[in-house]
């Protein structure tokens, strides 16, 4: 899939009031852009902050998909709090759900901490975008990510068009 100017392009975006508002660093986006970067050296990446309302990610997921994002990763917003709206808003904007990259990240989460069940984290695509919701945590975000890097190569491939099995 190929975004602005014929390269791939991912986003990144941190779901968090502390950080949008200041009075924390934002440590997680930065991590999983990294690890995106490493992985796919040749995408861009647009990186955004916004706060925990719901509105506002969705209209962003939209965005990102409608410019023609291959890869859109939220970060937090998934837990069990009274602000963690991220979940419900990926489901506002996708078109199809695939559930499995949620199960995995859990899974594989849950095997050194047993608090990843408590993630509400969904997946899916909205056309051909594959947007992924990672937990707000650097250490669960990376986790959780590298994960299911080698599954995002074949699913970003097959959602813009490719063909086969690996």
């Known amino acids: 899939m190929r ?78 709090g009274p602000r963690d709206r991220t979940p419900e808003a990926t489901r506002r904007v996708i078109d199809r759900e695939a559930p499995g990259l949620a199960e995995a990240m859990r899974a594989m989460g849950a095997a050194q901490n047993q608090f990843a069940w408590l993630s509400r984290g969904v997946c899916g695509l909205k056309g051909s975008t594959l947007i992924v919701n990672l937990p707000g945590s650097k250490r669960g975000a990376t986790e959780s990510l590298a994960s299911i890097l080698k599954l995002l190569k074949h699913g970003i491939d097959v959602a813009a068009g490719g063909q086969g099995h690996p």
């Open 3 to 80: 975004g602005y100017n014929g390269f791939m392009f991912f986003a990144v975006i941190t779901i968090s009031d502390r950080c949008s508002r200041g009075e924390m660093t934002d440590t997680a986006g930065p991590a999983v852009a990294e690890l995106l970067r490493r992985q796919w050296a040749e995408a861009r990446i647009e990186t955004a902050l916004l706060p925990d309302e719901e509105d506002a990610i969705a209209m962003l997921l939209d965005q990102f998909a409608s410019d023609g994002a291959a890869l859109a990763v939220t970060v937090g917003g998934t837990g069990l």
